[in-house]
T-cell receptor
Framework: IAGITQAPTSQILAAGRRMTLRCTQD?????MYWYRQDLGLGLRLIHY???????GKGEVPDGYSVSRANTDDFPLTLASAVPSQTSVYFC????????????FGAGSRLTVL | GQNIDQPTEMTATEGAIVQINCTYQ??????LFWYQQHAGEAPTFLSY????GLEEKGRFSSFLSRSKGYSYLLLKELQMKDSASYLC??????????FGAGTTVTVRA
């Protein structure tokens, strides 16, 4: 099935633990993004990658890191989770052509206690 | 950066029309998008405007005025399945997309 796969779907995590959210796309899109969605704040961009081997910071990058070793994978790592990182995380990709529409994954719900 | 405002909630009756307004302030404009998001699901693309005017796509239309920093999404012949959040998003000159907080539309029978 073409699209974006995120894992895990849901996770409860103790504060201070390290966590990696996985994101894989099979559409050969060049650009990939990580957003977090919080009630009343909407989607906020954490990090992005315009092409394999490059990454950039979004609006709320602190406490998060990403890597883009190949076109398909774009993992998001929380080095030491804090309760304020409790959120729903969406990975997205775009092919960079025309309107450059974003396609989103189903999301990962993370709770940090 | 972007500053995007849209109403928090709207309620309408099945079969009616609802207009969701979005105003924005941006340091560089490169397109405006509307996404639909049902509860517990991922956002899905609805419409895109980069030039002034109206874009129509079935029951949904989107309008843009760049000089006024204003857009609206028009939903006609409302159906129960249209109950969702509608997200206004602005793309900047670096091709990054910033989202408003979303408007939750509730369609009542």
């Amino acid at each position: 099935i073409a699209g974006i796969t995120q894992a895990p779907t849901s996770q409860i995590l103790a504060a201070g633990r390290r966590m990696t959210l996985r994101c894989t796309q099979d559409m050969r899109h060049n650009a990939m993004y990580w957003y977090r969605q919080d009630l009343g704040l909407g989607l906020r961009l954490i990090h992005y990658s315009n092409t394999a081997g490059t990454t950039g910071k979004g609006e709320v990058p602190d406490g998060y890191s990403v890597s883009r070793a190949n076109t398909d994978d774009f993992p998001l790592t929380l080095a030491s989770a804090v309760p304020s990182q409790t959120s729903v995380y969406f990975c997205a990709s775009s092919d960079g052509s025309g309107a450059n529409v974003l396609t989103f994954g189903a999301g990962s719900r993370l709770t940090v206690l | 950066g972007q500053n995007i405002d849209q109403p928090t909630e709207m309620t309408a009756t099945e079969g009616a029309i609802v207009q969701i307004n979005c105003t924005y302030q941006t340091s560089g404009f490169n397109g405006l998008f509307w996404y639909q998001q049902h509860a517990g699901e991922a956002p899905t693309f609805l419409s895109y405007n980069v030039l002034d005017g109206l874009e129509e796509k079935g029951r949904f239309s989107s309008f843009l005025s760049r000089s006024k920093g204003y857009s609206y999404l028009l939903l006609k012949e409302l159906q129960m399945k249209d109950s969702a959040s509608y997200l206004c998003a602005v793309r900047d000159s670096d091709y990054k997309l910033s989202f408003g907080a979303g408007t939750t539309v509730t369609v009542r029978a």
